[in-house]
């Protein structure tokens, strides 16, 4: 019992002191760790606040620019197509006039008629030029015979030359022996002057003799230019004469008939604007109008920003409305080479061929040149296009979203779409449909088209 002793007062406060400064510890400890946190949070919070309000405040400002659809440029195809009207016209067409003067004696084919080359179409009486050709034949002959008249007349001077130069040897070896003969004393001077005499006659007549003989030449010569002369009239009139049939230049079709029989045919003269084909009295020297089917020519006017497009050489489909089940082949031959002022367009010719005389001259038609492009060009839509006095631009969105206006070269036109041949790299954005409001710098909201 005297063992249990009650504590003291000493050991209580001790042991309260020691409780009471644990209780600080933790407290302090307590509050470090609140500290430690709260940094902690404000680290991780704060710059996730400020993103937030910057990016609110991006929302707001992105809500107040105007937005606008924006569209990439495309490449055109490498291949396409020209179509183009164009008109079936014949290769040859003429019209045939008369040349030779007389009544129409009897035609043999009308309009429609295939004909060919060289067959008979008319003939035309023409008993003047028979008359004409019947006098130069005679006028020929009497030419001809002209000549040789003047022939044998230069056959006899010849002769007569031979023979005075002959007389003129013999009489210049008499007067030499002569000579001989006076110095010898053997014969008067006057005898050998005789002979000397004799000598120059002889001389004198063969000087006239190729005087003759010259003339007699000069003279055939006139004769055989009026023989040539006599005979190129014959073959005038002959020509003439040949014109009484009327043929055909080449093979086609007989699209027109301007006469009967028994109307006046005047060469040279007449109405050949009168197209009536009823029986009439009055000249007309307009006979027929032909024209070639095989081959034809199809001409079409090329617009001058496609001209540069078409080659000599180039095939081309061609098709009539008439004829939906027929393709033709045609081949360009040849253009005017020159930009018509008044329309800006390039004549083109091609040929194709009709054997069988489906296409008929004047007919419309459609042509469709295929075109190889190595550079194609760009296509955008063309409310993309904006015309001012600046010219063609596009309003094209800068890296910073401003509008920049991009002047550009227009080539073909597709209705809903046009080509840019200057302008474009491909890579630029452009407003799909411009307007007033964007005017150079504005800032946008570009939107992506959709399609």
Do not use: C
């Not at 179509?83 to 040859?92: D, I, K």
């Not at 130069?165 to 002569?178: G, K, M, S, Y």
């Not at 617009?303 to 360009?332: D, H, N, Y």
């Not at 779409?417 to 954005?429: D, K, P, R, Y």
């Amino acid at each position: 019992m005297d063992s249990q002793r009650p504590p003291s007062p000493n050991s209580e406060q001790q042991t309260t002191s020691r409780k009471q400064r644990r209780g600080i510890g933790q407290l302090g400890w307590a509050v470090l760790g609140a500290v430690f946190f709260g940094s902690l949070l404000a680290i991780g919070i704060i710059p996730r606040l400020s993103q937030k309000s910057e990016l609110q405040a991006a929302v707001k400002e992105a809500s107040a620019l105007p937005s606008v659809n924006v569209i990439t440029p495309r490449r055109a195809a490498a291949t396409t197509h020209l179509e183009l009207p164009g008109t079936v016209v014949p290769l040859n067409q003429t019209t045939i006039y008369a040349r030779s003067t007389g009544y129409l004696q009897r035609w043999y084919v009308d309009i429609g008629d295939r004909v060919r080359s060289g067959q008979l179409l008319a003939e035309i009486d023409s008993p003047d030029i028979d008359r004409q050709v019947l006098q130069a034949k005679a006028e020929l002959a009497q030419a001809q015979a002209n000549v040789l008249q003047r022939r044998a007349s230069l056959a006899k001077s010849i002769s007569d030359l031979k023979q005075a130069r002959a007389n003129l040897l013999i009489a210049r070896q008499t007067w030499q022996r002569w000579s001989t003969l006076v110095k010898q004393g053997a014969v008067a001077q006057q005898d050998a002057d005789t002979k000397y005499a004799t000598y120059q006659a002889n001389l004198a007549n063969v000087e006239a003799a190729q005087n003759t003989v010259t003339s007699d030449s000069a003279n055939i010569k006139a004769a055989q230019a009026s023989a040539y002369a006599s005979q190129a009239n014959l073959e005038r009139n002959t020509v003439l004469q040949s014109y009484k049939k009327v043929t055909a230049p080449f093979a086609g079709i007989i699209t027109a008939r301007n006469v009967n029989t028994g109307v006046l045919i005047t060469a040279g003269s007449g109405n050949s604007n009168n197209t009536n084909t009823s029986n009439n009295n009055t000249s007309n020297t307009s006979l027929y109008t032909i024209a070639a089917y095989d081959p034809l020519n199809v001409n079409v006017n090329v617009p001058q920003s496609s001209s540069g497009l078409v080659q000599t050489g180039q095939t081309a489909q061609i098709t009539v409305r008439e004829l939906p089940q027929r393709v033709f082949r045609g081949k360009v031959v040849r253009t005017s080479n020159a930009i018509d002022p008044n329309t800006r367009t390039l004549l083109t010719q091609l040929e194709i061929q009709n054997l069988d005389g489906t296409l008929r001259p004047g007919m419309y038609a459609s042509v469709k040149f295929t075109i190889n492009r190595i550079n194609a060009p760009f296509v955008i839509p063309d409310s993309a296009l904006v015309v001012n006095a600046g010219g063609t631009q596009v309003a094209t969105v800068t890296k910073d979203q401003t509008v920049h206006y991009q002047k550009v070269a227009v080539g073909r036109d597709y209705g809903t779409e046009v080509e840019i041949t200057s302008g474009l790299t491909g890579n630029e954005s452009l407003i799909a449909t411009p307007t007033v409001d964007e005017t150079e710098g504005l800032r946008i909201q570009p939107v992506a088209q959709t399609k």
